[in-house]
């Protein structure tokens, strides 16, 4: 048994280093899946850019402004999600640090009584289901865009510009990819919260 002092009393040694094991492969997991989607989101941004360019272009020879002002407002509600995904990563980075550094101590001391932390227990399941509504909320959005995306694009092939055609589909890919990841991350945060 591990002594007293170390925090884990009641459990042996080998369940200690399992546990610790299992909380850096958790660590590093989520903390790839992170490092990952900077490219991604830098990818689906230029191709916002570069959809907006090429609509410009195309708005100096047939002066269609409705459709450069369409796109500043997808692109604005990418901008959105964007940063609603930041507050997200926060409030689920500090829930995590909340029950690693009060919430286990609690579950591992011998003599830990329910009713006097009871409170403090109910107040983390509260910041758990804020943190999940966040993000379902995060995942509506970009399934917003997704079909806003769809929806524009219908509007771009009446026009039959191939370059702005061929502009929307290396983007639209893009935004797929950075959708999936984006959601692999959000599960993530929330399967390693529970």
């Not at 983390?124 to 289901?129: A, G, Q």
């Amino acid at each position: 048994m591990i002594p007293a002092a170390s925090g884990f009393v009641g459990q042996t040694f080998g369940d200690g280093l399992r546990r610790q094991r299992a909380d850096n492969i958790a660590v590093k997991s989520l903390r790839d899946s992170v490092n990952a989607l900077p490219p991604k989101v830098s990818e689906v941004r230029k191709g916002f850019l570069e959809v907006y360019t090429v609509l410009g272009n195309l708005r100096s020879r047939n002066g269609d402004v409705p459709l450069q002002r369409d796109w500043k407002l997808i692109a604005e509600s990418f901008d959105n999600a964007l940063e609603k995904s930041r507050h997200i990563a926060l409030k689920s980075a500090m829930a995590i640090g909340e029950f690693r550094e009060e919430i286990i101590p609690y579950l591992m001391d011998e003599e830990f009584d329910l009713e006097s932390k009871k409170p403090e227990l109910l107040e983390y399941k509260k910041t758990l289901h804020s943190g999940q509504s966040l993000a379902s909320e995060f995942l509506d959005d970009l399934d917003d865009i997704a079909k806003e995306l769809e929806l524009f694009k219908d509007q771009v092939m009446e026009l039959g510009n191939e370059d702005v055609a061929k502009q929307f589909k290396c983007l639209k890919d893009r935004f797929l990819v950075l959708k999936f990841r984006l959601v692999r991350w959000v599960l993530q945060f929330s399967d390693s919260r529970q």
